[in-house]
């Protein structure tokens, strides 16, 4: 059954009403004050042509709609509801002064051969940023085994 627009003119309202065709020119009850209501033309129309296989409103302004959000482009392959412009990754968070201090006094004891990993091995300078951020322990000692 189709949707049609009904204007109530002692409570100037406005109201749809899904009805039959042929009942469409008929007066409706106004769903307000009960008083009988004439049909009226559409104040907004929308329609949709397809295209990708979607149905697009016009005008089409070439966007897509993934979840409810607007997208530049179709998901192409990953996982279906998971779109890459909706779900961006977190960056990781960005280093603190202290974070960043404590790297170099421990990559300058690393130069110095003073800083070993849990088990005892020598750590490089240059490993001991990725070693910070994975969380591996190091400390200030003299380590057993020496670099290979």
Known sequence: M???EYYCEPCNGI???????R????PVPCPVCFKDSQRIMPTSFSAFVFRDGYPRRIPDDGKYYHLGKKVNNLVK?????????VNKPKPPPALT???KSSIRDMQQ???????????GNAV???D???NYKQKKVMKKATPKRGLK
């Open 128 to 130: 001991v940023r990725e």
């Open 23 to 26: 009942e469409a020119s008929l």
């Open 15 to 21: 109201f749809e009403e899904l009805r039959p065709i």
């Open 124 to 126: 490089k300078p240059e």
């Open 77 to 85: 392959r990953g996982r279906p509801n998971e779109h890459p412009e």
């Open 97 to 99: 002064k202290g974070e």
């Open 2 to 4: 189709p949707l049609y």
């Open 109 to 119: 004891a690393a130069r110095k051969g003073e800083l070993s990993d849990a088990y």
